[in-house]
């Protein structure tokens, strides 16, 4: 059985995307497999250093998906990527805005899939076949 990370983590390599095109992405995947999550807009600290604005994924166990930190902080195994706990790493994520996507964030999800060829829909069945996380 795969886990999220694992599924998810091919994504990695959609280098068109920024943090926020990322986080839409992955978040139209979860809401057509039923996962459960918030698409979070804030910053983040991490060694005196601050990103703004940063956009990430916000799961119900209060983890987080964020393949797009490293894009502006360097490719370090102190900066955290994909899915992950927040306390196991030296940083702060700090939210402006959490809220529950909703059918414009489907609709976005759905031209960023079409311009970067990710099929949405397999990503979804995969999800909702082999993780149980829902």
Same mark, same amino acid.
């Given at each position: 059985?795969?886990? !999220?990370?694992?599924? !998810?983590?091919?994504? &990695?390599?959609?280098?068109? =995307?920024?943090?926020?095109?990322?986080?839409? =992405?992955?978040?139209?995947? !979860?809401?057509?497999?039923?996962?459960? *999550?918030?698409?979070?807009?804030?910053?983040?600290?991490?060694?005196?250093?601050?990103?703004?604005? *940063?956009?990430?994924?916000?799961?119900?166990?209060?983890?987080?998906?964020?393949?797009? =930190?490293?894009?502006? =902080?360097?490719?370090?195994?102190?900066?955290? *990527?994909? !899915?992950?706990?927040?306390?196991?790493?030296?940083? /702060?994520?700090?939210?402006?805005?959490?809220?529950?996507?909703?059918?414009? &964030?489907?609709?976005?999800?759905?031209?960023?899939?079409?311009?970067?060829?990710?099929?949405?829909?397999?990503?979804?069945?995969?999800?909702? &076949?082999?993780?149980?996380? /829902?």
């Amino acid at each position: 059985m795969k886990t !999220l990370s694992e599924i !998810l983590s091919p994504l &990695d390599s959609v280098i068109e =995307l920024e943090c926020d095109g990322m986080t839409r =992405l992955i978040s139209g995947i !979860l809401q057509d497999a039923g996962v459960v *999550h918030f698409i979070s807009t804030g910053y983040v600290e991490l060694n005196g250093r601050t990103v703004a604005p *940063h956009y990430w994924i916000t799961l119900k166990d209060g983890s987080y998906i964020d393949y797009r =930190l490293r894009m502006w =902080l360097g490719e370090s195994d102190d900066i955290p *990527h994909g !899915l992950f706990d927040s306390v196991d790493y030296n940083v /702060t994520y700090v939210s402006d805005i959490i809220r529950r996507p909703d059918s414009s &964030d489907s609709a976005i999800a759905e031209l960023l899939a079409f311009t970067t060829g990710v099929d949405i829909k397999k990503y979804a069945q995969d999800i909702s &076949d082999e993780w149980s996380g /829902t």
